[in-house]
């Protein structure tokens, strides 16, 4: 469906699934509702008229995500720096959802980080 083209960060995750609201009620214990990715990346494909059925693993560009000898997952601050990018080429037509993770532990335990997406056209 994509082929990577260009990769400045060369490691990402697919370990990991999409955040959602009752990962926040059992990890954390929230009560209220949390802004989380499955609902996002949801939201953003039934806006141009999808069903997206439940969450799909997701594809966690710049994520470092490691397995620890018992099984265990855990997570690193990603190697990117702001600027860092990864380019895909579509190999069909597709739509693509998109999340910058509202987790208070991803992104460096920093939250919700500026994201930015750019649609190139070859001619």
Excluded: K, W
């Excluded at 697919?14 to 949390?34: I, K, N, P, V």
Aim: with cysteine.
């Amino acid at each position: 469906m994509l082929t990577i083209v260009a990769d400045d960060a060369g490691r990402h995750d697919f370990l990991y699934a999409s955040c959602t609201d009752e990962m926040y009620r059992l990890q954390y214990g929230t009560t209220d509702y949390h802004p989380n990715c499955a609902d996002s990346l949801s939201n953003a494909l039934r806006g141009i008229g999808l069903d997206p059925g439940p969450p799909p693993t997701a594809f966690n560009i710049f994520m470092c995500a490691d397995v620890a000898a018992d099984g265990g997952l855990s997570f690193r601050v990603p190697a990117t720096r702001a600027g860092n990018a990864i380019t895909f080429r579509a190999e069909m037509d597709l739509a693509v959802a998109i999340s910058s993770c509202p987790a208070s532990t991803c992104n460096a335990g920093g939250g919700q980080q500026p994201l930015a997406f750019e649609i190139l056209h070859e001619i």
